[in-house]
Nanobody, 115 residues
Framework: QVQLVESGGGLVQAGGSLRLACAVSGRVFSINAMNWYRQAPGKQRELVAEITSGGSTNYVDAVKGRFTISRDNTKNMVYLQMNSLKPEDTAVYYC?????????WGQGTQVTVSS
């Protein structure tokens, strides 16, 4: 089992920045990749960013150049730095962990960007 707890969401004006954090516990050694998803009202959950155990990163086109995913293995933390935020970034953001047998989710944190 893997447990994930997100923090750092909130309300920000367009153009502003937020940093989301995800605390990871449990079978950390079994994780192949960590990711951030988001789900806006009335829309499907979408992958925003991913970082593999080897350190490779991937981003959805909509956030490339604005968001950065990173991790601190010494603290079992994963971060999502979000800059130049836009109203369309408004969503609940979920931390995710992919293992061989399953995908785990955090409880989500709300990010609201006002225009």
């Amino acid at each position: 089992q893997v447990q994930l707890v997100e923090s750092g969401g909130g309300l920000v004006q367009a153009g502003g920045s937020l940093r989301l954090a995800c605390a990871v516990s449990g079978r950390v050694f079994s994780i192949n990749a960590m990711n951030w998803y988001r789900q806006a009202p009335g829309k499907q959950r979408e992958l925003v960013a991913e970082i593999t155990s080897g350190g490779s990163t991937n981003y959805v086109d909509a956030v490339k150049g604005r968001f950065t995913i990173s991790r601190d293995n010494t603290k079992n933390m994963v971060y999502l730095q979000m800059n130049s935020l836009k109203p369309e970034d408004t969503a609940v953001y979920y931390c995710g962990a992919q293992t061989v047998e399953s995908h785990y989710w955090g409880q989500g944190t709300q990010v609201t960007v006002s225009s």
